[in-house]
């Protein structure tokens, strides 16, 4: 009973997303908590320059995890020729590798931040996608205690 319990709570968990939709959620979401949680405590220690640099490599985190995203799913999912997509994936790949680092440099070159709250920044997506996936792994198990008796 308990694990049927737990099963429906994971199906509406995911609302029927494909693995790589449910990823991309958790990640997503995981990172805009944590960034969320940051600019708190950051305001609340008056620190507002590594907040402005928390925000300003957290928002180039979050857009270059999208493009990422999409490049992905355009790779994956459009048929094309092998060599034309890779070379293609390459260079958008590339692109958005030089739109990162103008951006970075204009951030660092025109805006009072922090390097350090920048850097912080720039980790949230990493750190959201760690959080997704040890919560999802705890959740995934919690699910599945007790069936290895039933299956006996």
């Known amino acids: 009973m ?3 319990v737990q099963g429906i709570r994971q199906r509406s968990f995911t609302g ?9 959620r958790g990640a997503l979401l995981g990172a805009l908590g944590l960034v ?3 600019l708190i ?3 609340l220690f008056r620190m507002w320059d590594w907040a402005l640099g928390f925000a300003t490599g957290a928002l180039v985190s979050l857009l270059s995890f ?4 999409l490049s992905v799913i355009r790779f994956t999912e459009r048929p094309a020729s092998r060599s034309r997509g890779q070379w293609i994936w390459w260079a958008r790949s590339l692109l958005r590798l030089l739109g990162v ?3 970075l440099l204009l951030v660092i070159l025109y805006l009072p ?3 350090v709250g920048v850097a912080l920044g720039l980790l949230a997506v990493q750190l959201g996608m760690g959080g997704y996936l040890v919560v999802r792994s705890s959740f995934s198990q919690s699910s599945n205690a007790g069936t290895e008796d039933r299956k006996l």
Do not use: K, W, Y
């Open 2 to 4: 308990l694990g049927s």
């Open 16 to 24: 029927g997303m494909n693995e790589r939709e449910q990823f991309v």
């Open 36 to 38: 969320v949680a940051g």
């Open 41 to 43: 405590g950051f305001g």
């Open 66 to 69: 999208r493009l990422i995203v």
């Open 101 to 103: 680092a103008i951006m």
């Open 113 to 115: 931040v922090n390097l």
